[in-house]
């Protein structure tokens, strides 16, 4: 089992209360946290605009945080989920990744999707496509950086694309070009997209309609020549795990307290309530359902509620030891849990101390 987890950038309101000055230090100081081991990787969303609604508070722009990170930790990989493919031109964002895995001296993963969020995409004036519009987009775009990271030229006379000889040079050190994470769950287009193009997927975490996205990839992979069972799958939760049932109480109640402020009560409500809670003698169980479908990679949210507490994960015989850093009083980060694609296992492999 593989750890990573998410660096606090704003886009869930995670930096409020840190100085605009201080940010990129707290950002910095959580990456440099988790090289030191043993996380395995480091990740950003790649939003404008905060949710669950859009405020002034700040959220950072992922790839220009993928080129810092890389050059200020050493061994972690570093990846989005994910990045949205109109946002910007998939040559051009070909010769950013590129860069930056360069920079990273090769650990770079690229997360990459149709795009959701239509509050930033009217914002930012790229006006908000039809599905098929934004995932004939995305399948496009990743024909042109797979291409461009092996050959280092693109050209693609496509519908929404049109690129011609575009060079992509130095290419990414990674061998076969950076490792591709297909982001979403859409049965007929987006998980044939992946299908073809992934080594990573990220859908609805619901045992049921997981298990079915799974057979569908499965078929899609099927029908397109490619290995289904060499597609790592993964999916989301939030979770909130003290050392007692008051500790989680009271985090929990932290959490509704930060975010209270900040959203419409509507979306507080709902937003405080969506976690996965428990305490360390019983923190499995609330999820233990939706786990054992999994083969793939599991990402968890975790809320901290001071800086420097600690807890301890223990799997597969090896002890993990995660905390919030003492400088920033980083609230909530989210860890990424990578297990083998024909692996399926319990919650119970899991146990948190």
Known sequence: MRFGLFVPQGWRLDLVGIDPAEQWSAMRDVAQYADRGPWESVWVYDHFHTVPRPTDEACH?????????GATT?????GQMCTCMSYRNPAY???????????????VEMGIGGGWYEHEWRAYGYGFPKPGVR???????????????TEGRATL???HYQVDGAIVRPLPLQEGGIP??????GEKVTLKIAAKYARYTNFDATPDVFARKSEILAQHCKDVGTDFDAIVRSANFNVIIGETEKDVADKLAWVRAHYAPLIPADCSGRFGNCWYVGSRLSASAPICGACHVFSAQLVMKMSYRSPGSCHRSNSSGTTFVYCAPPRHPVR??????HLPSRTAPGISSLSVM
């Open 135 to 149: 995932l004939g987009m995305l399948d496009e775009g990743v024909q042109i950086m797979r291409q461009a990271w």
């Open 61 to 69: 722009e992922a790839w220009t945080l993928m080129s810092a990170l």
């Open 180 to 185: 591709l994470w297909i982001a979403g769950g």
């Open 157 to 159: 006379q496509g519908k």
């Open 93 to 107: 964002l070909a010769k950013v990744a590129a860069t930056c895995d360069v920079i990273s001296g090769g650990r």
């Open 74 to 78: 050493e061994r972690v990989r570093l």
């Open 332 to 337: 909530m980060f989210q860890i990424a849990f």
